[in-house]
């Protein structure tokens, strides 16, 4: 009954609205946290940068005006003084700009870093039955694309934002100590280039970023499509056609950036215009104020650069959150996906199968079993009842879309089994924990993987402590030892991606070592002899039977040669 339950919870999930951009944004700054300190120190440093540059403008205004109003006046002027400062505020603005660099990229770097283990880790219980509806590639993108346009958050979005929170009110107050009436014209011109601009631009690129995500997504799976079934494609001659889907989603993506672009130049050219508007008024002001002797002379060229330097602060903004839709629209592809609930909820007070397995021998029981996919109402299996015990050799035969796979999901903990039931050694399979269950296992599947690594990589995943006499016995077993010394670096050759460099069979037998190295007590073999020829086969099934003799081994196959050999077949209708 829990596990029905479960399968309901996540339909309802599936039909929850969908977050707010505030929500979002929320939710970033949750996954933060870790990292505040460098990012704190991040903005610390690029707030401090940036009062330096602006002071380092404005007393060098001052010193030159106050230098040429002395020498004029024929008086002498202490100039070590502001010549010291001048210095000092160099060195500040030069040794801040890169340490503010250094510290805001390598809190960017942890950021990154930490989305995606977060990422996989909400990915690991998913898989594979959470993800069945879901492309590779389409994953690759949300792991690789849309984590990295989440760099901009922190990066373009948040750091010059809090920056700017803080100088404007620092750089309004400087202003109106010297002169009011200048003060409050920046503060308006400032409030047009930080606020206004900002969310015009977010208004209108509401809809382009998600669009570009969409693009960009579609893009990356045809070229990924593209080249991991090159070979299929030269074959059935779709070469052509793969080509033209890929150049037409890169000129969509193509004229939506341009769109962005266009709307990014039209407030820049808002802001430029804004900016040097606000520098004539000031100029206008500033003159009329000298005029009526309400400002010195050695002010005015200060409060002019003043006026002008006091944009550095905000100008970013515009481009900034242009990003913005973008990055949300990455985000929320994020979480809808990490959102999703794990198709079989792990029991919160697992059995521990692995005492159970000390008391008694490992048996497997299917009895008066029925199953269904999530959200499929035709059931696969119905009204199974089979009986495996410790040592059997059995195999499960039947037409393609009876079962035998499911069954094998199945044992290993993949989906729940509301209907009937299941036990391992006279526990209930909804009783044990998923990982658990896979410990007992050695699987070889029709779809096993192999990474771009070693063979030796390779195999130490099934075992990573098992030594090197370990791995040739495996191989040696597996009938690879031979094509495996032919190879220039033997075990440390380097295969592909999806172990590109070897033929069908030859990966065929290297999945089945891994599964042998493993030594667990069930062995599920998914047509191991497939891609094998008659000779080959017939050495490999006799050496695991003469290694797996004491142990289970559960087999599904079509060959009639591999039905013989076991103790007893189950036929699915």
Same mark, same amino acid.
């Given at each position: 009954?829990?596990?029905?339950?479960?399968?309901?919870?996540?339909?309802?999930?599936s039909?929850?609205?969908?977050?707010?951009?505030?929500?979002?944004?929320?939710?970033?700054?949750?996954?933060? &946290?870790?990292?505040w300190?460098? /990012?704190?120190?991040?903005?610390?440093?690029?707030?401090?940068?940036?009062?330096?540059?602006?002071?380092?403008?404005?007393?060098?205004?001052?010193?030159?005006?106050?230098?040429?109003?002395?020498?004029?006046a024929?008086?002498?002027?202490?100039?070590?003084?502001?010549?010291?400062?001048?210095?000092?505020?160099a060195?500040?603005?030069?040794?801040?700009?890169?340490?503010?660099?250094?510290?805001?990229?390598?809190?960017?770097?942890?950021?990154?870093?930490?989305?995606?283990?977060?990422?996989?880790?909400?990915l690991?219980?998913?898989?594979?039955?959470?993800?069945?509806?879901?492309?590779?590639?389409?994953?690759?993108?949300?792991?690789?694309?849309?984590?990295? +346009?989440?760099?901009? %958050?922190?990066?373009?979005?948040?750091?010059?934002?809090?920056?700017?929170?803080?100088?404007?009110?620092?750089?309004?107050?400087?202003?109106?100590?010297? !002169?009011?009436?200048l003060? $409050?014209?920046? $503060?308006?011109?400032? /409030?047009?280039?930080?606020?206004?601009?900002?969310?015009?631009?977010? &208004?209108?690129?509401?809809?382009?970023?998600?669009?570009?995500?969409?693009?960009?997504?579609?893009?990356?799976?045809?070229?990924?499509?593209?080249?991991?079934?090159?070979?299929?494609?030269?074959?059935?001659?779709?070469?052509?056609?793969?080509?033209?889907?890929?150049? !037409?989603?890169?000129?969509?993506?193509?004229?939506?950036?341009?769109?962005?672009?266009?709307?990014?130049?039209?407030?820049?050219?808002?802001?430029?215009?804004?900016?040097?508007?606000?520098?004539?008024?000031?100029?206008?002001?500033?003159?009329?104020?000298?005029?009526?002797?309400?400002?010195?002379?050695?002010?005015?060229?200060?409060?002019?650069?003043?006026?002008?330097?006091?944009?550095e602060?905000?100008?970013?903004?515009?481009?900034? %959150?242009?990003?913005?839709?973008?990055t949300?629209?990455?985000?929320?592809r994020? %979480?809808?996906?990490?959102?999703?609930?794990?198709? &079989?909820?792990?029991?919160?007070?697992?059995?521990?199968?692995?005492?159970?397995?000390?008391?008694?021998?490992?048996?497997?029981e299917f009895?008066?079993?029925?199953?269904?996919?999530?959200?499929?109402?035709?059931?696969?299996?119905?009204?199974?009842?089979?009986?495996?015990?410790?040592?059997?050799?059995?195999?499960?035969?039947?037409?393609?879309?009876?079962?035998?796979s499911?069954?094998? +999901?199945?044992?290993?903990?993949?989906?729940?089994?509301?209907?009937?039931?299941?036990?391992i050694?006279? =526990?209930?399979i909804?009783?044990?924990?998923?990982?658990?269950?896979?410990?007992?296992?050695s699987?070889?599947?029709?779809?096993?993987?192999?990474?771009?690594?070693?063979?030796? #990589?390779?195999?130490?995943?099934?075992?990573?402590?098992?030594?090197?006499?370990?791995?040739?016995?495996?191989c040696?077993?597996?009938?690879?030892?031979?094509?495996?010394?032919?190879?220039?670096?033997?075990?440390?050759?380097?295969?592909?991606?999806?172990?590109?460099?070897?033929?069908?069979?030859?990966? &065929?037998r290297?999945?089945?070592a891994?599964?042998?190295?493993?030594?667990?007590?069930?062995?599920?073999l #998914?047509?191991?002899?497939?891609?094998?020829?008659? =000779?080959?086969?017939?050495?490999?099934?006799?050496?695991?039977?003469?290694?797996?003799? #004491?142990?289970?081994?559960?087999?599904?196959?079509?060959?009639?040669?591999?039905?013989?050999?076991? #103790?007893?077949?189950?036929?699915?209708?």
């Open positions: 009954m829990s596990a029905k339950l479960n399968i309901n919870h996540l339909h309802s999930e039909q929850a609205p969908p977050p707010s951009d505030r929500q979002i944004i929320f939710r970033l700054l949750s996954l933060t &946290r870790p990292h300190r460098w /990012m704190g120190a991040g903005i610390v440093l690029a707030l401090v940068t940036l009062l330096a540059n602006i002071a380092l403008l404005t007393t060098a205004g001052w010193f030159i005006s106050a230098m040429a109003a002395a020498g004029i024929g008086v002498s002027m202490n100039y070590f003084t502001p010549a010291g400062v001048i210095r000092f505020l060195m500040i603005r030069t040794a801040g700009r890169y340490a503010e660099r250094l510290v805001t990229h390598n809190a960017t770097f942890l950021l990154l870093a930490q989305l995606r283990q977060w990422f996989y880790q909400k690991e219980p998913l898989a594979p039955a959470g993800l069945q509806s879901y492309r590779s590639s389409d994953l690759l993108s949300r792991l690789q694309s849309d984590i990295e +346009q989440l760099d901009n %958050f922190y990066l373009s979005i948040l750091l010059p934002s809090i920056v700017a929170l803080i100088a404007v009110p620092i750089l309004f107050i400087g202003l109106y100590v010297f !002169y009011p009436t003060a $409050l014209l920046i $503060l308006s011109a400032l /409030m047009i280039v930080g606020l206004l601009l900002p969310t015009w631009v977010v &208004r209108k690129t509401a809809t382009s970023g998600s669009v570009i995500t969409e693009q960009r997504q579609q893009l990356t799976t045809a070229i990924i499509d593209g080249l991991q079934g090159m070979r299929e494609l030269e074959i059935y001659g779709a070469k052509d056609a793969q080509l033209a889907q890929v150049s !037409y989603y890169s000129e969509q993506l193509a004229n939506s950036q341009l769109q962005i672009n266009n709307i990014n130049a039209q407030s820049q050219s808002a802001s430029v215009l804004v900016i040097n508007t606000s520098l004539w008024l000031s100029l206008i002001l500033l003159g009329i104020a000298l005029s009526n002797n309400e400002i010195p002379q050695s002010q005015f060229v200060m409060l002019l650069l003043l006026s002008l330097a006091a944009f602060a905000v100008q970013p903004l515009p481009m900034a %959150f242009e990003q913005l839709s973008a949300l629209s990455a985000a929320r994020l %979480f809808s996906l990490a959102d999703q609930q794990p198709v &079989r909820a792990e029991p919160e007070e697992p059995a521990s199968l692995s005492a159970q397995l000390a008391r008694q021998p490992l048996s497997i009895k008066q079993f029925n199953f269904s996919y999530p959200k499929q109402s035709q059931q696969v299996l119905h009204n199974l009842s089979l009986v495996v015990n410790q040592g059997e050799k059995i195999a499960i035969s039947g037409p393609s879309g009876s079962g035998k499911t069954i094998v +999901q199945l044992l290993q903990g993949f989906y729940p089994c509301p209907e009937g039931s299941v036990h050694a006279g =526990i209930d909804n009783h044990c924990s998923g990982e658990e269950l896979r410990q007992q296992l699987v070889v599947s029709q779809h096993s993987y192999l990474f771009a690594a070693s063979i030796r #990589d390779n195999l130490l995943l099934a075992k990573p402590s098992a030594t090197s006499e370990q791995l040739q016995q495996a040696d077993i597996a009938a690879a030892s031979e094509f495996i010394e032919q190879l220039p670096q033997g075990l440390d050759t380097w295969l592909g991606e999806t172990g590109r460099g070897l033929s069908g069979g030859q990966a &065929r290297i999945h089945i891994q599964a042998l190295l493993k030594n667990a007590p069930v062995l599920i #998914d047509e191991p002899t497939e891609g094998l020829d008659p =000779i080959t086969e017939q050495q490999v099934m006799r050496a695991i039977w003469q290694l797996m003799q #004491d142990k289970t081994v559960i087999l599904i196959t079509h060959n009639p040669r591999l039905l013989a050999t076991v #103790d007893r077949v189950y036929q699915l209708d």
